[in-house]
C-alpha cells in the first residue's frame, strides 16, 4: 500500500477557493488510481473526483465544473483545485489510491465508489461559510 499525506484545507467564505494536496509515499503513476472523497458529519463518505494514470478524469456532479484533479507525477503528488465553495461543500476531505496495478478502467460509479480504492490518507478538514 501507498502512504498518503493531505494537505490544504481551511476555512473559507462561499465562493472563495482551496488547492488541496496529497503526498504519496511512491512513485504512483501507471500503477494506481487516485481519487478524491469527502464525508460530512452523519453523512457517508462520497467520491468527488477520479483520476486515471492516462490523465482521464471523474467528477461527481455536485462539484462537476467546479473542482479540478490532477496529479504531477515528478512530485508524486495529487490535488484538487475547489473553486465556487458552498456550504455544502463542508467535509473532511480524503486522498485514495487504488492499486498496485492500477485497476482496470472504471465507470464513474464505481470510480467514485469506496470498494476500489485500498490506501486512504488521514483526512483534511474544508470548512465553508456562508
Known amino acids: 500500500q501507498v502512504q498518503l499525506v493531505e494537505s490544504g484545507g481551511g476555512s473559507v467564505q462561499a465562493g472563495g477557493s482551496l488547492r488541496l494536496s496529497c503526498a504519496a509515499s511512491v512513485y504512483t503513476y501507471s500503477s494506481y488510481y487516485m481519487g478524491w472523497f469527502r464525508q460530512a458529519p452523519g453523512k457517508e463518505r462520497e467520491g468527488v473526483a477520479a483520476i486515471a494514470s492516462d490523465g482521464s478524469t471523474t467528477y461527481a456532479d455536485s462539484v462537476k465544473d467546479r473542482f479540478a484533479i490532477s496529479q504531477d507525477n515528478a512530485k508524486n503528488t495529487l490535488y484538487l483545485q475547489m473553486n465556487s465553495l458552498k456550504p455544502e461543500d463542508t467535509a473532511m476531505y480524503y486522498c485514495?489510491?487504488?492499486?498496485?496495478?492500477?485497476?482496470?478502467?472504471?465507470?464513474?460509479?464505481?470510480?467514485?465508489?469506496?470498494?476500489?480504492?485500498?490506501?486512504w490518507g488521514q483526512g483534511t478538514q474544508v470548512t465553508v461559510s456562508s
Open positions: 485514495a489510491a487504488s492499486g498496485p496495478p492500477e485497476p482496470p478502467p472504471m465507470t464513474p460509479i464505481q470510480a467514485l465508489g469506496v470498494m476500489p480504492y485500498n490506501s
